[in-house]
């Protein structure tokens, strides 16, 4: 059984910075694409960043270029998320899955930023 575990989310003021990560268990994941996604409150769940299986390509949404570093160690089976700048509208559930989100999704890791 496939299970996605994020964490390093928390409260953290404007201009602050977090390193999320996502743990994957009941599988390899250094065959897929992995992306980082986030869903605020009334929206639909958005992706903000992709890293390649081997680590060597990435690609993030127009708005968070130059703030959000994602970043992965397969040999750890995990991926992360350095997001630093932080501001108010980054507010979310932040949650990974491969860039298809083929797995079934985790409970994600909750990111508010407000002063």
């Known amino acids: 059984q496939v299970q996605l575990v994020e964490s390093g989310g928390g409260l953290v003021q404007p201009g602050g910075s977090l390193r999320l990560s996502c743990v994957a268990s009941?599988?390899?994941?250094?065959?897929?694409?992995m992306g980082w996604y986030r869903q605020a409150p009334g929206k639909q769940r958005e992706l903000v960043a992709r890293?390649?299986?081997?680590?060597?390509?990435?690609s993030y949404a127009d708005s968070l270029k130059g703030r959000f570093a994602i970043s992965r160690d397969n040999a750890k089976n995990t991926v992360y998320l350095q997001m630093n700048g932080l501001k108010p509208e980054d507010t979310a559930v932040y949650y990974c899955?491969?860039?298809?989100?083929?797995?079934?999704w985790g409970q994600g890791t909750q990111v508010t930023v407000s002063s």
């Open positions: 899955n491969t860039f298809t989100a083929v797995f079934k």
């Open positions: 009941g599988v390899i994941t250094n065959g897929y694409t």
């Open positions: 890293i390649s299986a081997g680590g060597g390509t990435t």
